[in-house]
């Protein structure tokens, strides 16, 4: 299965609870509490985030973080990446050279064909989007009975 990390997940939830006000410093402390995780959590989330430019942290009395540029301009990709460093679906998708099977491997290329069309649908999905309402509905129906036909085909294949 494939799965962001909780780091990531996390790092989607603080963001999109500053989406509403975007050029309002917040403390880690209110946002922990608006989004119901550990305060600990949230500051080392919010560190990571402003280490990579996503959020302004503000010293002072009126301190805190802000976005630190519109939530349209901020991405999944992202957000992933300033969490969880480069998105790859293998290793051999990210960094050259990490796959001792990598010249002899004969799915290399479509690794990364999957991978360039996950990274692709994750910049373009963007803060703002993530907050808005789903207008329809994903239909997984349609999915599930594929993968139903599939198993029913590779079953009738084997005799």
Not at 50 to 69: I, P, W
Request: hydrophobic share 45%; glycine share 8%.
């Amino acid at each position: 299965m494939l799965r962001l990390s909780k780091m990531a997940d996390y790092g989607t939830v603080v963001l999109t609870a500053m989406v509403n006000e975007p050029d309002r410093s917040r403390s880690s402390a209110e946002i922990a509490a608006a989004i119901h995780v550990p305060a600990p959590t949230v500051s080392k989330i919010l560190k990571m985030l402003a280490r990579s430019g996503l959020v302004t942290s503000l010293r002072g009395a009126k301190g805190g973080y802000l976005l630190s540029r519109p939530p349209g301009k901020i991405s999944m990709a992202d957000i992933i990446d300033a969490m969880d460093g480069p998105i790859g679906m293998t290793e051999c998708s990210v960094t050259p050279g990490l796959c001792v099977q990598e010249t002899a491997c004969a799915i290399r290329v479509n690794w990364q064909r999957v991978n360039r069309a996950v990274l692709g649908v994750l910049q373009e999905m963007t803060l703002d989007q993530m907050v808005q309402p789903v207008i329809q509905p994903v239909d997984a129906s349609a999915i599930t009975l594929k993968r139903q036909m599939k198993a029913v085909n590779a079953g009738t294949n084997r005799g």
